[in-house]
């Protein structure tokens, strides 16, 4: 059984669907980091911004809000926010 890019086992098909996910979510990073390098240019967020560290966190955010999701939780608990 081949490995996927971190060593896990998976069946070939499962490992070309795991790569295409992975190319599919480092796409989404590379253009919301994109985004946030012109907000940082016209002015939408400060000079010292990150747009690398921010995309990073946001992606995160969302990952784990798509994987909550699946699991079950509510599109209202997944929009709550926190008090």
């Given at each position: 059984?081949?490995?996927?890019?971190?060593?896990?086992?998976?069946?070939?098909?499962?490992?070309?669907?795991?790569?295409?996910?992975?190319d599919l979510r480092n796409e989404n990073l590379a253009t919301l980091e994109a985004r946030l390098r012109t907000a940082r240019q016209?002015?939408?967020l400060p000079a010292s911004?990150?747009?690398?560290?921010l995309a990073a966190y946001i992606a995160a955010v969302i990952q784990g809000m798509s994987q909550r999701a699946r699991d079950g939780a509510t599109a209202a608990e997944l929009t709550k926010p926190p008090s």
């Open positions: 059984m081949p490995d996927d890019q971190r060593g896990h086992q998976c069946h070939p098909q499962d490992a070309e669907v795991a790569t295409y996910l992975r016209t002015g939408e911004a990150d747009p690398r560290s």
